[in-house]
């Protein structure tokens, strides 16, 4: 089983709302990933979680907020966000693997994504 | 850090002609280079995979070649279905780097 489950799948906010979006997958990947989609350009890496932990934030504003609960778990919490904001958000999972001296990680694999729109 | 670059941008075959998609990378010790084909409204999914101590991989009608002195690898799909038709992303990251870059993405049409 190589799937990776998003939800909800479409998400219509204001920019004042709060909202979240989440992700779950049960492949015992440790490693799980937040990307942003524009159209027709590719995904733009947002967030990784390794182990739970934050290892990497490629400098997205505050506005969007991960949260990692558990292994299965990956969350996206929006506040206040811009129209420009609108894109597909793509949640990716894969195996860590320790190699010597090093954590290594493997092939992504993808959910369906939710299609966001700021108002 | 990492740059990749993909194409063409677009390309339209006729059914069960072959494509061929080339990826250039910029970091010589990038070692793991995924292709992605995603359909529309959908995540991107893996098709298949090469790592760095490999030239070439087939998987039935998708083949990927990897040249790593001149840090280019390609993908050819032959006998070419209209179900082929979608865009498909090049990527490529260190194995032991969780930051993946994506080419710019082909959009691949077969005609019927």
């Known amino acids: 089983d190589t799937e990776v489950t998003q939800t909800p799948k479409h998400l219509v906010m204001g920019m004042t709302n709060k909202k979240s979006l989440k992700c779950e997958q049960h492949?015992?990947?440790?490693?799980m990933y937040w990307y942003k989609q524009k159209a027709k350009k590719p995904p733009e890496l947002m967030f990784v979680?390794?182990?739970?932990?934050?290892?990497i934030n490629e400098s997205v504003p505050s506005r969007f907020s991960p949260e990692c609960p558990n292994s299965s778990l990956l969350n996206l919490h929006l506040h206040a966000l811009q129209p420009e904001d609108s894109a597909l958000y793509l949640c990716?999972?894969?195996?860590?693997?320790?190699?010597?001296?090093?954590?290594?990680?493997?092939?992504?694999?993808f959910g369906p994504g939710t299609r966001l729109t700021v108002l | 850090g990492e740059n990749v670059e993909q194409h063409p941008s677009t390309l339209s075959v006729q059914e069960g002609d072959s494509a061929v998609i080339k990826c250039t990378y910029s970091d010589s010790a990038s070692n793991y280079f995924p292709w992605y084909k995603q359909e529309l409204g959908k995540g991107p999914q893996l098709i298949i995979d090469?790592?760095?101590?490999?030239g070439e991989k087939k998987d039935q009608r998708i083949a990927v070649t990897l040249n790593k002195t001149a840090k280019h690898f390609s993908l050819h799909i032959t006998e070419t279905q209209p179900e082929d038709s979608a865009v498909y992303f090049c990527?490529?990251?260190?194995?032991?780097?969780?930051?993946?870059?994506f080419g710019a993405g082909t959009r691949l049409t077969v005609k019927p």
């Open positions: 990527a490529a990251s260190r194995y032991n780097n969780n930051d993946m870059r």
């Open positions: 990716a999972s894969s195996q860590v693997t320790g190699l010597a001296g090093g954590i290594s990680t493997d092939t992504q694999y």
């Open positions: 979680y390794s182990y739970e932990k934050l290892s």
């Open positions: 492949m015992g990947h440790r490693a």
């Open positions: 090469i790592r760095s101590n490999v």
